[in-house]
Nanobody, 122 residues
Framework: VQLQASGGGLVQAGGSLRLSCAAS????????MGWFRQAPGKEREFVTA????????WSADSVKGRFTISRDDAKSTVYLQMNSLKPEDTAVYYC????????????????WGQGTLVTVSS
């Protein structure tokens, strides 16, 4: 699976952004999808994930109520709607695909996109 993330940019605190991740190469609906982020000097951390079926999602406590993951299997695309952004959300955001059911562990993901930078100014 090839993954292409897009939609990052500069936004003020309290603003919103929607990231997209387009997949190609294999059957998108066979994979659970996740978003991770990595801030400068920090390890990559789990943000949110959505099950193959799309009926189940799981998010990190730090983004619950603010970020929403969704998928459109017809378009082979997963989205991350980010609202009420905070400066601490500044990071490179990566999408990833996993054959496991629903996981927040990076090593459980088989394919990764190249990342898109989100910068939140205070």
């Amino acid at each position: 699976v090839q993954l292409q993330a897009s939609g990052g940019g500069l936004v003020q605190a309290g603003g919103s952004l929607r990231l997209s991740c387009a997949a190609s190469g294999r059957t998108f609906s066979d994979y659970s999808m996740g978003w991770f982020r990595q801030a400068p000097g920090k390890e990559r951390e789990f943000v949110t994930a959505i099950k193959r079926s799309g009926y189940s999602t799981w998010s990190a406590d730090s983004v619950k109520g603010r970020f929403t993951i969704s998928r459109d299997d017809a378009k082979s695309t997963v989205y991350l709607q980010m609202n009420s952004l905070k400066p601490e959300d500044t990071a490179v955001y990566y999408c990833a695909a996993s054959r496991k059911v629903l996981t927040g562990i990076p090593r459980d993901y088989d394919y990764w996109g190249q990342g898109t930078l989100v910068t939140v100014s205070s």
